[in-house]
């Protein structure tokens, strides 16, 4: 039997750019990742989306409005559940400054704006397999 498909949960925090979204998210399912997409904002939707779905993994464009507070409840959230092993990237608009404090926090890897889409799968290829 061969191993299924890793399962990425893609969110975001902060407005606009949802057919950039669709983009990347149809990137990602052509490359042979099951893609589950949530439009919702908020931190505990997103976790509780990612519980549900059994996801591997959670990636979260960041746009103008996102802040590290949301970051860190998502990470709070996930430890809260015991589910650390899924692992959170970020990238998109954000203040390189505080790209430090969000690994801090528990971000695997930030993608700064400009990072293709290939570049991510890439990335993902090398560093999410599925959850046991």
């Not at 519980?51 to 860190?72: N, R």
């Amino acid at each position: 039997m061969g191993q299924r498909k890793v399962r990425i949960l893609m969110a975001k925090f902060g407005q606009g750019y949802e057919a950039a979204l669709m983009r990347l998210a149809a990137a990602f399912s052509e490359a042979g990742f099951e893609v589950i997409y949530t439009e919702s904002e908020d931190p505990e939707a997103i976790v509780n989306a990612a519980l549900q779905e059994s996801v591997d993994h959670i990636g979260i464009t960041t746009l103008p409005e996102a802040h590290l507070e949301q970051f860190a409840a998502v990470l709070d959230l996930l430890k809260a559940h015991d589910a650390q092993n899924i692992g959170v990237t970020a990238g998109g608009f954000f203040d390189e400054a505080l790209v430090p404090e969000l690994k801090k926090l528990g971000v695997v890897e930030f993608f700064p704006k400009g990072t293709t889409h290939e570049q991510l799968i890439q990335w993902a290829r090398q560093h999410i397999s599925p959850v046991e």
